[in-house]
Structure formats: structure tokens, C-alpha cells
């Protein structure tokens, strides 16, 4: 069974302070790894998408990958109130590339 | 608009009733998708289709079923089989191509009154 974990939350941070946010998978031949942010009782919002090793960077947003480690994580610099919400990781794997999804990291930024 | 619509968004079922949600996509994606989500939980996934007339099960599909008969529709059947259907359940779809960005609808709230 292919898994996704993240780091067990709820994690608050100060407004303007960096939130880093981590993913572990188990499918070693995973292939894509995105970042979804979603809000209460709202669906999934793509924020960040990462193919290759090392880091990619959106803005506020810096995803980071490695393979090896089997490790994806997700930095917000500046963190702002309105990031305020649950965070999931989704790796693409398989013939379909069907998504599999961590259980989220609700994160909460404090003014 | 571009995008995937969902309905309804909120729907009442009675035990041992069949209820169907609807899912329309307009962006010309082959792919398709089906995930269920309870309370503090992540997504899993129910069925998936990547071309008309051909679905496959996810890891959850029992107690419900599918159909892909168009490009733009699959709507997903909630089935009395299933026991435990009260949850928020989000359709999406993609391309299918490598890279496979994942775009979902607004959801739709089951709940067994």
C-alpha cells in the first residue's frame, strides 16, 4: 500500500515567521509531488508542484524534494493569516498517476 | 468558464437508498476522478477513469459505482452497499499527461439522515 505521512500538527507559527511543512512517501517510484492548500469546508487548492530534486521556488512558496530521502517538504516565508489552513501533500504514482494524499497539516499563523 | 462543476453540493440520504453525484468538466481532460474525504482526514480515492468508457477502482470503490460515458461527465453512485457514505466527496480531473496536475470541483456533502 502505497503511503503519504505528514508531520503531525496542528503547527502554529507568528505572523511573518517561515511555517515549514513535511512529507514522507513510500513508492520509490513516485514521479510527481504537489502541495494542496485547503481551507474549511472548501476543496483542495493546488499551490506548488515539484518533478526533480532540489528546490523550486513560487513566490512566498519553496517546495523542496529528494528522492533518495523519499521527503518533500513545503516552506511559506512570511507567513500571512490568510495561510491559515490545512496543507496536503499528494504524490502521483502508478499508470493513471492517480494521487495519493497525506492526512494534512493544519497550520495556523497568529497576528 | 473553465473548470469542474459539481452537484449537488449538499445532499440528504435515507438508509438504504442509492443517491448520485454529479461531476461536468470542461477543460478536455481524459482523466477522471473520484475521492472521498472525512472529518480531519486526507483524500482517498474511490474510482479514477482515464478514458470514455473504461474506470477503475480506487482504494475505497466498494459501496459505489461509475460510469464514463461522455469525456465531460462521470458521476459517481453512492450505493445502500455502502455503509459509511456521510463525507465530502471531491471530483477532479487532469490531463493525463506526465506531470499530471490534479484540478478538483467544489465538492459535495453526503450526510444519512
Known amino acids: 500500500q502505497k503511503e503519504v505521512e505528514q508531520n503531525s500538527g496542528p503547527l502554529s507559527v507568528p505572523e511573518g515567521a517561515i511555517a515549514s511543512l513535511n512529507c514522507t512517501y513510500s513508492?520509490?517510484?513516485?514521479?510527481?509531488f504537489f502541495w494542496y492548500r485547503q481551507y474549511s469546508g472548501k476543496s483542495p487548492e493546488l499551490i506548488m508542484s515539484?518533478?526533480?530534486?532540489g528546490d523550486k521556488e513560487d513566490g512566498r512558496f519553496t517546495a523542496q524534494l529528494n528522492k533518495a530521502s523519499q521527503y518533500v517538504s513545503l516552506l511559506i516565508r512570511d507567513s500571512q493569516p490568510s495561510d491559515s489552513a490545512t496543507y496536503l501533500c499528494?504524490?502521483?504514482?502508478?499508470?493513471?498517476?492517480?494521487?495519493?494524499f497525506g492526512s494534512g497539516t493544519q497550520l495556523t499563523v497568529l497576528p | 468558464d473553465g473548470g469542474i462543476t459539481q452537484s449537488p453540493k449538499y445532499l440528504f440520504r435515507k438508509e438504504g437508498q442509492n443517491v448520485t453525484l454529479s461531476c461536468e468538466q470542461n477543460?478536455?481532460?481524459?482523466?477522471m476522478y473520484w475521492y472521498r474525504q472525512d472529518p480531519g482526514q486526507g483524500l482517498r480515492l474511490i474510482y479514477y477513469?482515464?478514458?470514455?468508457?473504461?474506470?477503475q477502482k480506487g482504494d475505497i470503490a466498494e459501496g459505489y459505482s461509475v460510469s464514463r460515458e461522455k469525456k465531460e461527465s462521470f458521476p459517481l453512485t453512492v450505493t445502500s452497499a455502502q455503509k459509511n457514505p456521510t463525507a465530502f466527496y471531491l471530483c477532479?480531473?487532469?490531463?493525463?499527461?506526465?506531470?499530471?496536475?490534479?484540478?478538483f470541483g467544489e465538492g459535495s456533502w453526503l450526510t444519512v439522515v
Open positions: 477532479a480531473s487532469s490531463s493525463g499527461t506526465s506531470g499530471n496536475t490534479i484540478y
Open positions: 513508492d520509490r517510484g513516485s514521479q510527481s
Open positions: 515539484i518533478y526533480s530534486n
Open positions: 499528494a504524490v502521483s504514482s502508478g499508470s493513471a498517476r492517480q494521487l495519493t
Open positions: 477543460l478536455n481532460h481524459d482523466a
Open positions: 477513469s482515464q478514458i470514455v468508457n473504461d474506470f
